[in-house]
């Protein structure tokens, strides 16, 4: 997902993740609750919650917080929240997927719309962009989890569909119902990975030009530091040029 992982690896260079990690948590916890509460509060036993579990740890979530808000799925606490995707278009022309958690699906949607207006983008139907996008399973490696051709052999092994190799790491692709096998996989000969989750992978990128970098990065920022945001996907693609000048 070459737009996403740019996007990504700019705000990394920004400094952003340190700035946002008490908003951070509190999405992830989310996202465990309500997995947990969707299916069993076993990890090894429900891909979804082990994904959850997975982005937790990576983002360093101490095992508490984590241990509390499977907890609270199976003691019935916490609010209930929708599952709702927005989509639209971003400055550019560049096709924009939202996934959220709500528990006011109205207040959501305003700010999502005045995020996307504010940006220069607007909101979409669903179902405008999404068909643009496969949806598949990501598995992501640091790169120095093994080499690029021992991860290629690895993953084609286990039945994934594509692996691609980038300055962020390995990115290996499988169909939906594969990624659970896949993922287990990988982790018996690499060891744990630092994602594995469904995502939205673009079929085509867009240039975003220069005039259009800022306000898209912008509007990529407001949308994922929204709390009621877990995530966002865009299919853009930008020069050298426009990366370095964006992220200086």
Same mark, same amino acid.
């Given at each position: 997902?070459?737009?996403?992982?740019?996007?990504?690896?700019?705000?990394?260079?920004?400094?952003?993740?340190?700035?946002?990690?008490?908003?951070?948590?509190?999405?992830?916890?989310?996202?465990?609750?309500?997995?947990?509460?969707?299916?069993?509060?076993?990890?090894?036993?429900?891909?979804?919650?082990?994904?959850?579990?997975?982005?937790?740890?990576?983002?360093?979530?101490?095992?508490?917080?984590?241990?509390?808000?499977?907890?609270?799925?199976?003691?019935?606490?916490?609010?209930?929240?929708?599952?709702?995707?927005?989509?639209?278009?971003? &400055?550019?022309?560049?096709?924009?997927?939202?996934?959220?958690?709500?528990?006011?699906?109205?207040?959501? +949607?305003?700010?999502?719309?005045?995020?996307?207006?504010?940006?220069?983008?607007?909101?979409?139907?669903?179902?405008?962009?999404?068909?643009?996008?496969?949806?598949?399973?990501?598995?992501?490696?640091?790169? /120095?989890?093994?080499?690029?051709?021992?991860?290629?052999?690895?993953?084609?092994?286990?039945?994934?569909?594509? %692996?691609?190799?980038?300055?962020?790491?390995?990115?290996?692709?499988?169909? &939906?119902?594969?990624?659970?096998?896949?993922?287990?996989?990988?982790?018996?000969?690499?060891?744990?990975?630092?994602?594995?989750?469904?995502?939205?992978?673009?079929?085509?990128? %867009?240039?975003?030009?220069?005039?259009?970098?800022? /306000?898209?990065?912008?509007?990529?920022?407001?949308?994922?530091?929204?709390?009621?945001?877990?995530?966002?996907? +865009?299919?853009?693609?930008?020069?050298?040029? %426009?990366?370095?000048?964006?992220?200086?």
């Amino acid at each position: 997902m070459a737009g996403h992982s740019q996007f990504k690896n700019i705000m990394h260079r920004k400094g952003r993740q340190d700035a946002v990690k008490s908003r951070m948590f509190g999405k992830l916890a989310r996202e465990i609750t309500v997995s947990a509460r969707l299916g069993l509060p076993d990890p090894a036993m429900n891909p979804r919650l082990r994904a959850a579990v997975l982005a937790a740890r990576a983002e360093n979530m101490p095992k508490d917080n984590i241990e509390r808000a499977i907890k609270k799925a199976t003691g019935g606490e916490g609010d209930n929240y929708d599952e709702i995707r927005y989509e639209g278009y971003g &400055p550019g022309g560049v096709a924009v997927i939202v996934e959220a958690l709500t528990d006011n699906r109205n207040r959501t +949607a305003g700010e999502i719309r005045a995020t996307f207006t504010k940006s220069g983008g607007h909101l979409a139907e669903t179902g405008a962009v999404s068909f643009m996008f496969d949806r598949v399973g990501l598995v992501e490696y640091d790169g /120095k989890a093994a080499s690029a051709d021992a991860m290629l052999e690895a993953a084609i092994d286990a039945g994934a569909e594509d %692996v691609i190799f980038n300055e962020a790491g390995h990115e290996v692709y499988t169909t &939906p119902e594969a990624l659970r096998d896949v993922a287990k996989a990988l982790e018996a000969k690499f060891g744990e990975p630092r994602k594995a989750a469904l995502v939205w992978k673009p079929q085509n990128t %867009v240039s975003v030009s220069d005039e259009h970098g800022e /306000k898209l990065l912008r509007l990529l920022e407001s949308l994922t530091e929204h709390d009621d945001v877990q995530n966002v996907f +865009a299919n853009f693609e930008m020069s050298d040029a %426009v990366l370095q000048k964006l992220s200086a």
